[in-house]
């Protein structure tokens, strides 16, 4: 079981990176015939609830070690696992990239000229992973990521709150789709909104190995270890805004015999997730 689990992890951040990807290099090789900036967001989103409702019954869903960081902080996922989790989604995502390069193998080709490059107007390398504005200073992406990072996890936090009020069953995927949506369209422009580690450095790893070069890690002064840090930080500070301000605040009312049967269950399904 522990093994499927894993398993079902990696194949879904294989699936995520298909869909992220994908719709970037249709974007960005057919120069904005097929696509624009919202398209790309939209399969992001749309990636991320479709991932959501498939993983959910197995493994909670956790497609971002940042958001597996901030349960255990919680106390609500255990530590042991995080390890595996996280390394599942590095895998997926190295292989997803490698999935989305083969599909669109012709079409980067024929866009760049046979020349795989990180920056100029032929440039591929922003398909698989983030790279800095030109207008981004290396203080202003730190900021960008623990601030955009923090108010993700925030919010994510708050939809899995059942004291904040219980979602209807289904609507919580289309929520975290709708949050990624609007981190997009509001905070995409200077670095892409990364806020995923696993999602940033597995494709940048492919794209070192496949032809890009050690340039993916030196471009924008050495910008890739910031979608790696930076989502971490702002990821605790988030949950533990939301942890101090609301959370530590909810009224301590009687519940009814509804909502005690309520929270008996989520108990035991919350037990045997982490059992399994």
């Known amino acids: 079981m522990i093994q499927s689990k894993y398993s079902l992890l990696f194949f879904l951040f ?7 990807s994908g719709a970037a290099a249709q974007v ?6 097929h696509g624009n900036y919202l398209t790309i967001q939209l399969g992001s989103a749309l990636g991320a ?11 909670g869903a956790h497609l971002n070690p940042v958001y597996s960081l901030s349960l255990c902080v919680l106390g609500r996922h255990p530590w042991r696992k995080l390890p595996l989790y996280s390394l599942s989604h590095l895998v997926g995502a190295f292989l997803g990239a490698a999935t989305v390069y083969l599909q669109y193998y012709d079409a980067i080709q024929a866009f760049s000229g046979g020349e ?15 790279y800095p504005a030109d207008h981004l200073s290396f203080w202003g992406g730190l900021v960008d990521q623990v601030v955009a990072t923090a108010l ?3 919010c994510c936090v708050a939809l899995e709150d059942q004291q904040n009020g219980p979602l209807p069953d289904g609507l919580h995927p289309v929520l975290v789709g709708a949050l990624i949506l609007t981190m997009g369209v509001s905070m995409g422009s200077n670095c892409g909104f990364p806020l995923n580690p696993a999602r940033d450095l597995g494709p940048r790893l492919f794209t070192f190995v496949a032809g890009w070069g050690e340039e993916v890690f030196k471009a924008g002064g050495g910008w ?5 840090v930076a989502p971490f930080v702002g990821g605790l500070l988030g949950t533990l805004t939301y942890e101090v301000l609301i959370e530590a605040h909810h009224q301590t009312t009687p ?7 309520e929270e ?4 035991l399904i919350l037990r045997k997730t982490e059992v399994n």
């Open 28 to 33: 960005i090789t057919s120069r904005g015939t």
């Open 264 to 267: 008996v269950q989520l108990r």
């Open 224 to 228: 890739w270890w910031v979608p790696i």
């Open 49 to 59: 609830v479709f991932g959501i409702f498939v993983a959910r019954g197995v493994s």
């Open 116 to 130: 795989l490059l990180v920056a100029g107007p032929n440039a591929t390398a922003g398909i698989f992973c983030s």
């Open 14 to 20: 294989m699936h995520l990176q298909l869909i992220g």
């Open 152 to 154: 993700f996890l925030l």
């Open 255 to 261: 519940q009814s015999p509804q909502q005690e049967l």
